[in-house]
């Protein structure tokens, strides 16, 4: 028996999704492997896709909680890894321009962030750590306790906030207002705008950077 799935998001869902490829590349190998009653793991999507394991999770997990697939974990073999269905081969997507707008409007004013300048802050107790296109791909903060212990935070980027970092004025350098930051980054949505302001204020309070508001 066919079921026919009617989604209806509003924006945020539908931006959530569909802003990348990534979850329609997921949604078709699924498909692939479930006609040959195959069912894939997220370390065999990550692979085949050439992606990395937490972008594949992030985006199976979305596709979870949109009840486009179902995850199910072997009973009678336990430590194997979780794998992945579709709900249904049979997709409606419902898009309801009206209620999207209505739903965007109530999130998208981009003037209610702050426009802080700032800059990278000259601070010898952080690490950068890059790939092999010179992009920032982790920091660690050393920071030394009262019993002269160095304790190490680690924070590992996203590709939207390694991209981010790339243009943030060195400390020598004049500042720049953060959604100037945020253009040179290509960034032209309120969402990763919104998780951009975020990962500042991370910035700020291990002072990786340093703001005038």
Same mark, same amino acid.
């Given at each position: 028996?066919?079921? !026919? ?5 509003? +924006? ?9 490829? +990534? ?5 078709? *190998? ?5 006609? !040959?009653?195959?069912? %894939? ?20 997990? @979305? ?31 419902? *898009? ?16 209610? *962030?702050?426009? %802080? ?10 690490? +950068?750590? @890059?790939?092999?296109?010179? !992009? ?34 060195? %400390? ?20 990763? *705008? ?5 990962? !500042? ?13």
């Amino acid at each position: 028996m066919l079921i !026919l799935r009617i989604w209806k998001p509003d +924006y945020q869902q539908f931006q959530e999704l569909f802003a990348n490829d +990534y979850c329609l590349k997921i949604l078709t *190998l699924i498909t692939q492997k479930n006609q !040959l009653k195959e069912f %894939p793991c997220a370390n065999n999507i990550a692979k085949i896709l050439g992606i990395h394991i937490s972008t594949a999770t992030k985006y199976l997990d @979305l596709l979870c909680n949109h009840e486009f697939i179902d995850k199910e974990q072997f009973i009678d073999r336990p430590g194997k890894p979780t794998y992945y269905k579709l709900r249904s081969l049979n997709i409606s997507i419902n *898009l309801d321009l009206r209620f999207m707008n209505q739903t965007l409007q109530k999130i998208s004013d981009i003037t209610s *962030l702050p426009n %802080p300048l700032l800059r990278e802050k000259a601070n010898p107790r952080v690490d +950068y750590y @890059l790939d092999k296109e010179g !992009l920032i791909t982790r920091i660690v903060v050393k920071k030394k306790t009262k019993a002269r212990r160095i304790i190490k935070r680690k924070f590992t980027l996203s590709k939207n906030e390694s991209n981010f970092m790339k243009y943030i004025p060195h %400390p020598k350098m004049e500042t720049k207002q953060f959604t100037e930051v945020c253009a040179q980054a290509g960034v032209n949505d309120f969402f990763t *705008l919104k998780e951009l302001y975020n990962f !500042l204020q991370k910035l700020e309070k291990y002072q990786i950077i340093e703001l005038e508001k």
